[in-house]
């Protein structure tokens, strides 16, 4: 279970990035920073009880982070290249979790 919170910590700093970028980006839809201050609170809540049902739930948060960074028209480059990173981590976690 250390493993899978160590990891987790490594997307939660991730979601974390992106957050700031969506809340800095003056262009950005206040849709995308709300999806991704949800993205955060389950990363947030992921590293304070580990487990694959988090995970999960992770994963549907950066899903719906994800869409929301492609179809905002306004995000910057770095904003949107930033929720992608960590909806890939989350991703990458869950793939590799045990069955």
Aim: aromatic share 2%; hydrophobic share 45%.
């Amino acid at each position: 279970m250390a493993d899978l919170l160590s990891e987790l910590e490594n997307v939660q700093a991730k979601v974390t990035g992106a957050l700031q970028a969506a809340e800095q980006d003056n262009q950005v839809s206040p849709v995308l920073v709300a999806v991704v201050r949800e993205f955060a609170a389950k990363a947030s809540k992921a590293t304070g009880d580990p487990g694959r049902d988090a995970v999960i739930e992770l994963e549907q948060a950066g899903d719906s982070a994800k869409a929301a960074a492609e179809a905002d028209t306004g995000a910057g480059e770095r904003t949107r290249e930033l929720v992608l990173d960590a909806h890939l981590a989350i991703c990458m976690l869950k793939a590799n979790l045990p069955t």
